[in-house]
Protein backbone atom coordinates (compact mmCIF):
# COMPACT_ATOMS: atom_id res chain seq x y z
CA UNK A 1 0.00 0.00 0.00
CA UNK A 2 1.06 3.80 -0.29
CA UNK A 3 0.31 6.68 1.71
CA UNK A 4 -0.34 9.71 -0.30
CA UNK A 5 0.01 13.42 1.73
CA UNK A 6 -0.67 16.97 -0.36
CA UNK A 7 0.87 19.96 0.05
CA UNK A 8 1.37 23.42 -1.95
CA UNK A 9 -1.99 24.52 -2.06
CA UNK A 10 -2.80 28.22 -1.43
CA UNK A 11 -4.57 31.48 -2.38
CA UNK A 12 -3.31 33.01 -5.64
CA UNK A 13 -4.02 35.39 -8.27
CA UNK A 14 -5.32 34.94 -11.59
CA UNK A 15 -2.28 34.63 -13.98
CA UNK A 16 -0.01 33.35 -11.09
CA UNK A 17 1.62 29.99 -11.24
CA UNK A 18 1.93 27.46 -8.01
CA UNK A 19 3.13 23.73 -7.65
CA UNK A 20 1.84 21.00 -5.52
CA UNK A 21 3.76 18.11 -4.20
CA UNK A 22 2.44 14.69 -3.13
CA UNK A 23 4.68 12.71 -0.95
CA UNK A 24 4.38 9.42 -0.77
CA UNK A 25 5.79 6.91 1.72
CA UNK A 26 4.87 2.78 2.08
CA UNK A 27 5.35 -0.08 -0.47
CA UNK A 28 7.79 0.49 -3.44
CA UNK A 29 6.75 3.90 -5.33
CA UNK A 30 7.90 2.97 -8.44
CA UNK A 31 5.17 0.63 -8.80
CA UNK A 32 2.58 2.79 -8.79
CA UNK A 33 1.44 5.17 -12.06
CA UNK A 34 0.24 8.66 -10.37
CA UNK A 35 -2.53 11.32 -10.81
CA UNK A 36 -3.55 14.18 -9.98
CA UNK A 37 -7.55 15.39 -9.88
CA UNK A 38 -9.37 17.84 -8.69
CA UNK A 39 -12.84 18.50 -7.31
CA UNK A 40 -14.74 21.86 -7.10
CA UNK A 41 -17.51 23.27 -5.51
CA UNK A 42 -21.16 21.54 -7.09
CA UNK A 43 -19.01 19.57 -9.26
CA UNK A 44 -18.04 16.07 -9.99
CA UNK A 45 -14.11 14.83 -9.17
CA UNK A 46 -12.28 14.92 -12.93
CA UNK A 47 -8.82 13.85 -13.94
CA UNK A 48 -5.79 16.49 -14.15
CA UNK A 49 -2.80 15.01 -15.10
CA UNK A 50 -1.70 11.63 -15.04
CA UNK A 51 2.47 10.08 -14.93
CA UNK A 52 3.66 6.79 -15.93
CA UNK A 53 5.63 4.40 -13.34
CA UNK A 54 9.02 5.60 -15.03
CA UNK A 55 7.35 9.25 -15.67
CA UNK A 56 8.16 9.43 -19.26
CA UNK A 57 4.80 9.07 -20.15
CA UNK A 58 2.29 12.13 -19.03
CA UNK A 59 -1.36 12.62 -20.06
CA UNK A 60 -3.69 15.77 -19.60
CA UNK A 61 -7.06 16.93 -18.92
CA UNK A 62 -7.70 19.19 -22.28
CA UNK A 63 -8.56 22.36 -20.01
CA UNK A 64 -4.59 22.24 -18.55
CA UNK A 65 -2.90 20.97 -21.36
CA UNK A 66 -0.08 23.38 -21.94
CA UNK A 67 -0.66 25.15 -18.27
CA UNK A 68 0.37 22.22 -16.31
CA UNK A 69 3.50 20.17 -15.93
CA UNK A 70 3.34 16.52 -13.85
CA UNK A 71 6.63 15.16 -12.73
CA UNK A 72 7.84 12.73 -10.47
CA UNK A 73 11.10 11.81 -8.47
CA UNK A 74 11.20 8.26 -7.50
CA UNK A 75 14.30 8.51 -5.34
CA UNK A 76 12.20 11.37 -3.21
CA UNK A 77 8.62 9.23 -3.73
CA UNK A 78 7.45 12.62 -4.82
CA UNK A 79 4.92 13.68 -7.60
CA UNK A 80 4.70 16.73 -8.31
CA UNK A 81 2.15 19.38 -10.17
CA UNK A 82 3.29 22.47 -11.52
CA UNK A 83 0.51 25.21 -12.73
CA UNK A 84 0.53 28.18 -14.21
CA UNK A 85 -1.51 30.75 -15.77
CA UNK A 86 -3.94 29.98 -13.51
CA UNK A 87 -7.84 30.84 -13.95
CA UNK A 88 -10.77 30.93 -11.37
CA UNK A 89 -11.71 28.21 -13.16
CA UNK A 90 -8.54 26.23 -11.58
CA UNK A 91 -9.69 26.42 -8.38
CA UNK A 92 -10.34 23.40 -6.44
CA UNK A 93 -9.40 21.07 -4.10
CA UNK A 94 -6.71 18.68 -5.90
CA UNK A 95 -6.10 15.15 -4.88
CA UNK A 96 -2.94 12.88 -5.63
CA UNK A 97 -3.85 9.38 -6.30
CA UNK A 98 -2.14 5.98 -7.06
CA UNK A 99 -2.78 3.30 -9.40
CA UNK A 100 -1.15 0.06 -8.76
CA UNK A 101 0.44 -1.27 -11.72
CA UNK A 102 -1.80 -3.36 -13.87
CA UNK A 103 -5.01 -1.51 -12.45
CA UNK A 104 -6.80 0.86 -14.34
CA UNK A 105 -8.64 2.46 -11.33
CA UNK A 106 -6.70 4.60 -8.92
CA UNK A 107 -6.90 2.85 -5.40
CA UNK A 108 -5.33 5.26 -3.16
CA UNK A 109 -5.93 8.83 -2.27
CA UNK A 110 -4.49 12.01 -0.38
CA UNK A 111 -6.86 13.98 1.63
CA UNK A 112 -6.47 16.75 -0.89
CA UNK A 113 -5.13 20.47 -0.73
CA UNK A 114 -7.24 23.55 -1.71
CA UNK A 115 -6.02 25.53 -4.09
CA UNK A 116 -7.99 28.63 -4.41
CA UNK A 117 -7.49 31.69 -7.58
CA UNK A 118 -8.97 34.83 -7.39
CA UNK A 119 -9.73 37.47 -10.17
Known amino acids: QVQLVESGGGLVQAGDSLRLSCAASGSDFSRYAMGWFRQAPGKEREFVAG????????SYADSVKGRFAISRDNAKKMVYLQMNSLTPDDMAVYYC????????????WGQGTQVTVSS
Open 97 to 108: AARSTGTSVYGY
Open 51 to 58: ISLSGAST
